[in-house]
Structure formats: structure tokens, C-alpha cells
């Protein structure tokens, strides 16, 4: 895992995200989860089933881009020691603040989770994307998780995650 700062991340993927850009051929849906009310273990098989979504159309191992566009926004709910563990075990002890953005290559699949599990345990934004894959995830600091992708494949996704997030 490679973490970079905005600017960097904005010359090497900023361009090429699929949930921040328009274009007719990708359609959205959103799903609201209420991160602050998910038992944990809710969490970990949402997080898990929308690595794999992602991650399911694109060619073996690809790297996977994690952006986190928002922090701080509920500073009783941030919390960032698993985080920072994660990112000394990969050599970086920068802050989030300072690198935002993350690069993972394609083994590296269980640090994307745990990105994805900090981001929603600490209420963060948060930006998800695989290379060649035309799916994508987004997560706000509320909670609410926007999926984009091709040929209705984003609305069937949707009513998947909803249903695993009911009681």
C-alpha cells in the first residue's frame, strides 16, 4: 500500500475515477446504511461484499484506489489507531491529513477492506475505485454509500446491500 498526498493523487487517478466523473453509459444508486447505528459485524460484510462488487469485473490483481475526502467531521467518532497501524505496517507514519489518497496492488485486497472498515468506523468520506473496473463506491461522513456502475449493475447492488443491513 502506497499512501500519497491530494496532489499526487489528483496527477496519478484524480482524472479517472468513475464516481467523479459524468457520463451516461454509468448510473448511480445509493444506499443508506446510518454508519453510526451498524453493529460492527454488519460492517465488516458490508465492507467485504463491496470490496468483491468493485473488484469483481476487472482483470486479476488490479490496484485499487482509496481516497479519504473527508475527516474530522465527527470528532467524538474518530478514532484513528487501527488506521495508523495499518499504515506503519506498510512503512508510512505521515498523517492522514498530510496523504489522503491510497494505492493498493491487487494482493493487497485486505487492506482495502480495512480502509473501507476504518473509513466507516470513524465517519469518514471516502472514494473507492479499481483499475479496470467500471464500478466504484463512495461513503460519506453520514454514512450513505453511493455505488456507480454500468448496465443497471449499480441499482441491483443497492437492493443487495440494503438487504443485508436489515435487522
Not at 91 to 96: C, T, V
Amino acid at each position: 500500500m502506497k499512501c500519497v498526498s491530494k496532489i499526487e493523487w489528483d496527477s496519478i487517478v484524480g482524472s479517472h475515477l468513475v464516481g467523479l466523473t459524468a457520463s451516461t453509459a454509468r448510473t448511480m444508486s445509493t444506499v443508506e446504511p446510518c454508519s453510526h447505528r451498524i453493529p460492527i459485524e454488519k460492517a465488516h460484510a458490508l465492507v467485504s461484499r463491496v470490496v468483491y462488487w468493485v473488484t469483481e469485473p476487472a482483470a486479476s490483481n488490479p490496484k485499487s484506489y482509496v481516497f479519504v475526502d473527508s475527516f474530522d467531521v465527527w470528532p467524538d467518532l474518530d478514532n484513528r489507531l487501527l488506521y495508523q497501524c495499518l499504515r506503519a505496517r506498510h512503512g508510512n507514519h505521515d498523517s492522514l491529513e498530510s496523504q489522503p489518497g491510497h494505492i493498493c496492488l491487487g494482493h493487497e485486497r485486505a487492506e482495502v477492506g480495512a480502509l473501507l472498515l476504518c473509513a466507516l468506523m470513524n465517519a469518514w468520506g471516502v472514494v473507492f475505485q479499481v483499475e479496470g473496473s467500471e464500478r466504484a463506491m463512495r461513503i460519506d461522513h453520514d454514512g450513505h454509500l453511493t455505488l456507480w456502475g454500468c448496465n443497471g449493475a449499480a441499482e441491483s447492488e443497492a437492493v443487495r446491500l440494503t438487504k443485508l443491513m436489515l435487522p
